[in-house]
């Protein structure tokens, strides 16, 4: 059997990847028009950052895991033709900021259609709105060939920072097929490879659109346990209670569970966001306005914390932040990935730079043109990478350097390495009063407050309240 996969990204290549390495008799190829991207796969450096993903790929690479350009050679030859390329938010016309932009899974369509030459699987990993794969299978059918095309739905439910994890012990798999003979023979060849290693049992079958809609409805799902903790945290703030104690207490419920329960600075990443304002445009398209309003609200009220934690520093830095400097302890969307897509840092930067903050970032994994590309976008002022450029904007070598003569700190990703920083030697080479805000949570308020910090984090009650004090 062979295997390709379109889209060399977050889950195309860590997927293809442990297919690879348990079951070696399958060569499995992943292909994309970026060369740059391909060539890094082959190369040291992998193009994305996930603990364990470099074993993985150096057991299997060059035995029956290859990364090639040649899109079209690999389709000629493969059995099952793996699709996880980008479905970003459209940015224009019908659907803007909400819907998904399916040009690439049409462009992709359209190319397996022109150079298949026998049966294939069609395997969507992307996630996508409900009903694309007729999209998919209208386009195959145009081919005048006389092929057969199976096409499956196999969302991914990876958690960026433990994927190798998440791909050697999943909670489920789940592929979505046409309750068809050819359907239920397409589904019964894919189960059987992820049956190679995960339990039966784990493989959960469905009709095309269940499956196709279960990706989406999970990310909501999991973004709506976040957005709720992140309300609840600033009536903590306004109370005096404290945000772990109450989601420590509703996590004992077995109906509730402890979860994503994690009150912080806000959810980010390249699903939650987008597959929930999906969501929501698809119950808008099929005349569910109330069940839209009510998904949209989730990814309110995360704008609205990023806001707030923001707000916050200002009126600690006696209501202006101005020509102080504030130190960005973290980038990406979360620790153990370099992935920055949505990250609340962003929102943070941003909204510090529009009040004249000099702003230092410091992230362990995140590369500073992307951090300058991320903040500001990209303009025509001569740099070679293409990023604009604002002199207020600063990436730090390291934690000390974004730190010293900050007259406060942000930690705004949960990076271990900022549980252990030598805080009272930062605090020596900062400016009195001087702040930290904890938008993770992550270090220990009381013993900074001892060294001399005005710290304070999310949802947690204020230094100068004390337990049977009233609000």
């Known amino acids: 059997m062979k295997i390709c996969c379109i889209g060399a990204g977050y889950v195309g290549g860590p997927t ?26 082959n190369s040291g450096q992998l193009p994305i950052y996930e603990p364990g993903l470099d074993d993985v790929v150096k057991q299997a690479r060059g035995k029956n895991l290859f990364f090639s350009t040649d899109v079209a050679g690999e389709i000629k030859q493969a059995d099952i ?45 992307s996630t996508i709105p409900v009903k694309t794969a007729d999209t998919i299978k209208t386009i195959l059918a145009s081919n005048t ?77 999991l973004a709506q346990r976040i957005s709720s903790i992140n309300s609840i ?38 699903c939650f966001q987008k597959d929930i304002l999906n969501l929501a445009y698809l119950c808008e398209s099929f005349g569910l306005p109330e069940v839209a309003a009510y998904w949209t609200s989730v990814v309110s009220i995360n704008d609205w914390q990023k806001h707030r934690f923001v707000a916050h520093i200002g009126r600690e830095l006696f209501n202006t932040v101005a020509d102080k400097k504030i130190a960005v302890l973290g980038f990406a969307f979360k620790k153990d990935t370099n992935d ?45 990478q293409g990023a604009a450029d604002n002199p207020r904007l600063t990436v730090a070598k390291d934690a000390y350097e974004a730190c010293a003569g900050a007259h406060a700190i942000a930690i705004v990703t949960e990076w271990d390495e900022f549980k252990t920083l030598d805080y009272a030697k930062i605090f020596a080479g900062m400016p009195k009063p001087a702040c930290l805000f904890d938008g993770r ?5 009381a013993a900074l407050r001892k060294i001399g910090f005005k710290a304070s984090g999310i949802g947690k009650p204020n230094a100068h309240r004390r337990e049977g004090d009233t609000a």
């Open 145 to 221: 060939k006389g092929l057969k095309f199976s096409v499956l739905s196999n969302p991914e439910f990876l958690a960026e920072g433990t994927a190798v994890r998440d791909l050697l012990n999943p909670d489920r798999v789940l592929i979505g097929g046409e309750r068809t003979p050819e359907g239920d023979q397409a589904v019964a060849t894919l189960a059987g490879v992820y049956a190679r290693w995960v339990p039966r049992a784990n493989i959960i079958t469905t009709n095309l659109w269940s499956s196709e809609l279960s990706k989406l409805v999970a990310n909501a799902f």
């Open 233 to 270: 945290s600033a009536l903590c703030e306004a109370t005096g209670a404290d945000v772990d104690e109450v989601a420590h207490a509703i996590g004992k419920d077995s109906r509730i569970g402890p979860k994503f329960l994690k009150s912080s600075v806000g959810f980010g990443g390249s």
């Open 81 to 125: 033709i793996f699709v996880a390329v980008n479905t970003p938010t459209k940015t224009y016309g019908v659907g803007k900021g909400r819907a998904a932009d399916l040009t690439f899974i049409e462009s992709v369509a359209r190319t397996i259609a022109e150079h298949a030459e026998s049966d294939k699987i069609i395997v969507e990993k």
């Open 16 to 41: 293809m990847a442990m297919i690879a390495l348990k079951c070696p008799d399958i060569t499995v190829t992943v292909v994309d028009m970026n060369a740059a991207r391909i060539a890094a796969w």
């Open 441 to 445: 949570n992550i270090v220990d308020l």
């Open 340 to 384: 920055t897509r949505e990250s609340a840092a962003i929102n943070v930067c941003r909204d510090l730079l529009a009040e004249r903050a000099l702003v230092s970032v410091y992230d362990p994994k995140v590369p500073a043109e992307e951090i300058r590309r991320d903040v500001l976008g990209t303009g025509s002022t001569g740099s070679p």
